[in-house]
Protein backbone atom coordinates (compact mmCIF):
# COMPACT_ATOMS: atom_id res chain seq x y z
CA UNK A 1 0.00 0.00 0.00
CA UNK A 2 3.09 2.15 0.83
CA UNK A 3 4.54 1.29 -2.46
CA UNK A 4 1.26 2.61 -4.31
CA UNK A 5 0.99 5.38 -2.65
CA UNK A 6 4.43 6.55 -3.23
CA UNK A 7 3.81 5.83 -7.12
CA UNK A 8 1.10 8.10 -6.91
CA UNK A 9 2.09 10.72 -5.39
CA UNK A 10 5.24 10.85 -8.00
CA UNK A 11 2.65 10.75 -11.00
CA UNK A 12 0.71 13.33 -9.35
CA UNK A 13 3.87 15.66 -9.39
CA UNK A 14 5.02 14.50 -12.09
CA UNK A 15 1.90 15.64 -13.88
CA UNK A 16 2.00 18.90 -12.34
CA UNK A 17 5.42 19.38 -13.51
CA UNK A 18 4.33 18.74 -17.16
CA UNK A 19 1.79 21.18 -16.55
CA UNK A 20 3.35 23.76 -15.61
CA UNK A 21 6.80 22.99 -18.33
CA UNK A 22 3.24 23.60 -20.87
CA UNK A 23 2.34 26.44 -19.62
CA UNK A 24 5.17 28.27 -19.18
CA UNK A 25 5.62 27.05 -23.32
CA UNK A 26 2.69 28.62 -24.29
CA UNK A 27 3.25 32.08 -22.22
CA UNK A 28 6.46 32.11 -23.76
CA UNK A 29 5.21 31.87 -27.22
CA UNK A 30 2.40 34.40 -26.54
CA UNK A 31 4.82 37.11 -25.37
CA UNK A 32 7.08 36.49 -28.81
CA UNK A 33 4.04 36.87 -30.48
CA UNK A 34 3.19 39.80 -28.62
CA UNK A 35 6.58 41.13 -29.22
CA UNK A 36 6.33 40.79 -32.79
CA UNK A 37 2.86 42.07 -33.09
CA UNK A 38 4.09 44.96 -31.35
CA UNK A 39 6.68 45.34 -33.66
CA UNK A 40 4.89 44.82 -36.63
CA UNK A 41 2.50 47.73 -35.63
CA UNK A 42 5.44 50.06 -34.70
CA UNK A 43 6.99 48.98 -37.96
CA UNK A 44 3.62 50.36 -39.34
CA UNK A 45 3.38 53.38 -37.86
CA UNK A 46 6.91 54.66 -38.67
CA UNK A 47 6.52 53.71 -41.95
CA UNK A 48 3.42 55.68 -42.10
CA UNK A 49 4.70 58.20 -40.46
CA UNK A 50 7.35 58.60 -42.78
CA UNK A 51 5.00 58.52 -45.64
CA UNK A 52 3.27 61.42 -44.39
CA UNK A 53 6.19 63.81 -43.54
CA UNK A 54 7.52 62.69 -46.87
CA UNK A 55 4.53 63.90 -48.82
CA UNK A 56 4.18 66.80 -45.65
CA UNK A 57 7.93 67.79 -47.09
CA UNK A 58 6.81 67.33 -50.73
CA UNK A 59 3.33 69.71 -50.46
CA UNK A 60 5.08 71.99 -48.65
CA UNK A 61 8.04 71.96 -51.35
CA UNK A 62 5.29 71.99 -54.59
CA UNK A 63 3.61 75.02 -52.33
CA UNK A 64 6.61 76.91 -52.36
CA UNK A 65 7.62 76.64 -56.10
CA UNK A 66 3.86 77.46 -56.61
CA UNK A 67 4.67 80.89 -54.36
CA UNK A 68 7.67 81.46 -55.93
CA UNK A 69 6.23 80.76 -59.41
CA UNK A 70 3.41 83.16 -58.64
CA UNK A 71 5.48 85.81 -57.37
CA UNK A 72 8.22 85.67 -60.63
CA UNK A 73 4.85 85.99 -62.93
CA UNK A 74 3.49 89.08 -60.89
CA UNK A 75 7.05 90.94 -60.90
CA UNK A 76 6.93 90.10 -64.31
CA UNK A 77 4.16 91.75 -65.09
CA UNK A 78 4.72 94.60 -62.61
CA UNK A 79 8.33 94.83 -64.66
CA UNK A 80 6.47 94.84 -68.35
CA UNK A 81 4.00 97.49 -66.98
CA UNK A 82 6.25 99.94 -66.07
CA UNK A 83 7.88 99.13 -69.73
CA UNK A 84 4.83 100.01 -71.54
CA UNK A 85 4.43 102.73 -69.48
CA UNK A 86 8.05 104.38 -69.78
CA UNK A 87 7.95 103.43 -73.59
CA UNK A 88 3.95 104.77 -73.67
CA UNK A 89 4.99 108.20 -75.15
CA UNK A 90 2.99 111.57 -73.37
CA UNK A 91 0.68 113.23 -74.65
CA UNK A 92 1.13 116.67 -74.40
CA UNK A 93 -1.48 119.11 -73.88
CA UNK A 94 -2.33 121.69 -77.12
CA UNK A 95 -1.50 125.15 -76.42
CA UNK A 96 -4.15 127.71 -77.39
CA UNK A 97 -2.51 128.61 -80.53
CA UNK A 98 -2.20 124.63 -81.41
CA UNK A 99 -5.95 124.29 -80.89
CA UNK A 100 -6.91 127.59 -82.69
CA UNK A 101 -4.87 126.08 -86.06
CA UNK A 102 -6.45 123.01 -85.78
CA UNK A 103 -9.95 124.22 -85.79
CA UNK A 104 -8.76 126.97 -88.72
CA UNK A 105 -7.29 123.66 -90.66
CA UNK A 106 -10.33 121.70 -89.95
CA UNK A 107 -12.43 124.40 -91.48
CA UNK A 108 -10.04 125.13 -94.46
CA UNK A 109 -10.10 121.35 -95.25
CA UNK A 110 -14.65 121.49 -94.92
CA UNK A 111 -14.48 124.10 -97.27
CA UNK A 112 -15.76 123.70 -100.76
CA UNK A 113 -13.72 123.48 -103.76
CA UNK A 114 -13.42 126.90 -105.33
CA UNK A 115 -13.26 126.67 -109.09
CA UNK A 116 -10.26 128.16 -110.34
CA UNK A 117 -10.50 128.16 -114.33
CA UNK A 118 -7.92 130.91 -115.11
CA UNK A 119 -5.24 129.89 -112.60
CA UNK A 120 -4.77 132.41 -110.78
CA UNK A 121 -2.04 132.94 -107.88
CA UNK A 122 -4.20 131.85 -104.62
CA UNK A 123 -1.18 133.77 -102.89
CA UNK A 124 -2.73 136.77 -104.47
CA UNK A 125 -6.40 136.92 -105.65
CA UNK A 126 -9.17 136.09 -103.44
CA UNK A 127 -10.77 133.32 -105.40
CA UNK A 128 -13.88 132.87 -102.74
CA UNK A 129 -15.19 136.22 -102.30
CA UNK A 130 -18.48 135.06 -100.59
CA UNK A 131 -16.21 133.07 -97.56
CA UNK A 132 -13.90 135.47 -97.22
CA UNK A 133 -14.02 137.24 -93.85
CA UNK A 134 -11.29 138.76 -92.25
CA UNK A 135 -11.88 140.29 -88.52
CA UNK A 136 -9.36 142.85 -88.83
CA UNK A 137 -9.26 146.21 -90.70
CA UNK A 138 -5.84 147.43 -89.50
CA UNK A 139 -3.95 149.07 -92.42
CA UNK A 140 -0.81 146.12 -92.41
CA UNK A 141 0.50 146.87 -95.72
CA UNK A 142 2.62 149.23 -96.94
CA UNK A 143 1.70 151.08 -100.00
CA UNK A 144 4.86 150.18 -101.65
CA UNK A 145 3.82 146.74 -101.22
CA UNK A 146 0.37 147.20 -102.55
CA UNK A 147 1.39 148.75 -105.66
CA UNK A 148 3.51 145.71 -106.23
CA UNK A 149 0.78 143.28 -105.34
CA UNK A 150 -1.51 145.93 -107.75
CA UNK A 151 1.34 144.98 -110.65
CA UNK A 152 0.24 141.43 -110.87
CA UNK A 153 -3.58 142.64 -111.32
CA UNK A 154 -3.08 144.69 -113.65
CA UNK A 155 -1.46 142.11 -116.24
CA UNK A 156 -4.09 139.17 -115.53
CA UNK A 157 -6.52 142.17 -116.46
CA UNK A 158 -4.75 143.07 -119.76
CA UNK A 159 -3.97 139.46 -120.31
CA UNK A 160 -7.96 138.64 -120.38
CA UNK A 161 -9.95 141.62 -119.40
CA UNK A 162 -9.61 144.49 -120.12
CA UNK A 163 -5.91 146.26 -121.03
CA UNK A 164 -6.21 149.95 -121.65
CA UNK A 165 -4.32 152.07 -119.06
CA UNK A 166 -2.60 148.67 -117.90
CA UNK A 167 0.78 149.91 -119.01
CA UNK A 168 0.57 153.96 -118.06
CA UNK A 169 2.57 153.40 -114.75
CA UNK A 170 3.40 156.93 -114.58
CA UNK A 171 0.10 157.73 -114.31
CA UNK A 172 -0.66 155.10 -110.83
CA UNK A 173 -2.15 156.54 -108.25
CA UNK A 174 -3.23 155.16 -104.73
CA UNK A 175 -6.12 156.26 -102.47
CA UNK A 176 -7.69 154.48 -98.67
CA UNK A 177 -11.45 153.76 -99.69
CA UNK A 178 -14.00 151.27 -97.78
CA UNK A 179 -15.51 149.32 -100.57
CA UNK A 180 -17.03 146.11 -101.50
CA UNK A 181 -15.56 143.39 -103.49
CA UNK A 182 -16.36 141.76 -107.02
CA UNK A 183 -15.89 139.27 -109.10
CA UNK A 184 -13.78 141.07 -111.96
CA UNK A 185 -10.95 138.58 -111.72
CA UNK A 186 -13.24 135.78 -111.11
CA UNK A 187 -16.00 136.48 -113.68
CA UNK A 188 -16.80 133.39 -115.83
CA UNK A 189 -18.36 133.33 -118.62
CA UNK A 190 -21.53 134.81 -119.52
CA UNK A 191 -21.07 135.56 -115.80
CA UNK A 192 -22.69 139.27 -114.82
CA UNK A 193 -20.48 141.46 -112.64
CA UNK A 194 -21.17 141.19 -109.27
CA UNK A 195 -20.67 143.30 -106.07
CA UNK A 196 -20.85 142.19 -102.48
CA UNK A 197 -22.46 144.25 -100.79
CA UNK A 198 -22.83 142.70 -97.76
CA UNK A 199 -19.43 142.80 -97.29
CA UNK A 200 -16.92 146.02 -96.60
CA UNK A 201 -12.97 146.00 -97.01
CA UNK A 202 -10.49 148.94 -96.56
CA UNK A 203 -8.21 148.69 -99.28
CA UNK A 204 -5.92 150.67 -101.40
CA UNK A 205 -6.98 151.28 -104.82
CA UNK A 206 -4.24 151.66 -107.18
CA UNK A 207 -5.33 153.34 -110.26
CA UNK A 208 -3.61 153.86 -114.05
CA UNK A 209 -5.19 155.34 -117.00
CA UNK A 210 -4.06 156.45 -120.40
CA UNK A 211 -4.57 159.51 -122.15
CA UNK A 212 -7.71 159.03 -123.48
CA UNK A 213 -8.91 158.41 -119.82
CA UNK A 214 -9.31 154.52 -119.73
CA UNK A 215 -8.15 152.98 -117.12
CA UNK A 216 -8.25 150.37 -115.09
CA UNK A 217 -8.33 150.02 -110.66
CA UNK A 218 -7.03 147.25 -108.42
CA UNK A 219 -8.19 146.67 -105.04
CA UNK A 220 -5.78 145.33 -102.56
CA UNK A 221 -6.74 144.78 -98.73
CA UNK A 222 -5.06 147.30 -96.52
CA UNK A 223 -5.19 143.56 -93.83
CA UNK A 224 -4.37 141.05 -95.77
CA UNK A 225 -2.09 142.11 -99.19
CA UNK A 226 -5.07 140.37 -101.55
CA UNK A 227 -6.76 141.54 -104.30
CA UNK A 228 -10.45 141.34 -103.79
CA UNK A 229 -11.74 142.93 -106.69
CA UNK A 230 -11.43 145.64 -109.51
CA UNK A 231 -12.76 148.19 -112.37
CA UNK A 232 -11.94 149.04 -116.27
CA UNK A 233 -13.68 152.59 -117.23
CA UNK A 234 -13.53 154.55 -119.76
CA UNK A 235 -14.99 154.08 -123.33
Excluded: W
Aim: proline share 3%; net charge neutral; hydrophobic share 25%.
Amino acid sequence: MNKKRIISVIVFFVLIAIVLIFSAINYKRGKNNENINNAKTTSVVEENSVANNTENNVTTQESEELNNTTNTIQENSTAQSQTQENQTPQTKPQTQSQTNSSQQQKKEETKPTVPNPYNLDTSVFVLDIPNYNPTSSEVKISESKARSIAQKGFEESKKRIAGEGADDKASETVKIETISPNNYFTRQGREHDKIYTNKKRKCYIITRENDMGNGIKIYVDVTTGLIIGGSAFGD
